[in-house]
């Protein structure tokens, strides 16, 4: 799956394999809670104009986890940075689960990402954030946005990507 900016200057990747280990969380249930993770990228292969994401790192036992909102533990997140970068790994951003079969983000969503930019020590001058929603197709009900302080933008999937 292929997904672009509106002027074409950003392009994210995502396989077949990332798709899947975010899809398998999807809230298709009243009881599902949200679910989340990190998105790493490869180092050789990120930079300002193309991101390839090669792992989606599943939810933890310690997030804060329910049917409408959820807390991804920084303790984890911290971890994981550590142990990615380890492996030549780049932190990109969040994914996180929306019981709605066509997902946007939240402001909430959005209040808290900008918030997370500014403040965060991960040295990120803009993030991804990817929300899965509760469509059963692989590709469908993935929204992947483009964080800045100033703005987000929502990315548009390529026909045939
Ligand atoms: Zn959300």
């Not at 993770?37 to 050789?44: I, Q, T, V």
């Not at 939810?59 to 807390?71: F, M, V």
């Not at 303790?75 to 709605?100: M, S």
């Not at 939240?106 to 001058?125: A, I, P, R």
């Amino acid at each position: 799956m292929i997904l672009v900016s509106n002027d074409l200057s950003s392009r994210v990747l995502l396989s077949d394999d990332v798709c899947s280990s975010m899809a398998v969380h999807r809230q298709r249930r009243f009881w599902q809670p949200e679910r989340g993770g990190l998105l790493f990228a490869d180092r050789s292969h990120a930079s300002r104009s193309e991101i390839l994401i090669s792992e989606a790192t599943p939810p933890h036992s310690t997030d804060r986890s329910r049917r409408n909102s959820l807390e991804i533990a920084h303790k984890r997140c911290c971890e994981e940075i550590q142990d990615a970068n380890r492996r030549g790994l780049l932190f990109v951003g969040y994914w996180h689960t929306h019981p709605e079969a066509n997902p946007s983000l939240s402001q909430l969503d959005v209040t808290s990402f900008t918030k997370n930019l500014s403040d965060g020590d991960h040295g990120l001058t803009s993030f991804l954030a990817i929300v899965v929603g509760s469509s059963k197709s692989i590709h469908d009900g993935f929204a992947c946005y483009l964080i800045t302080n100033q703005q987000h933008e929502r990315l548009s999937p390529l026909e045939n990507g």
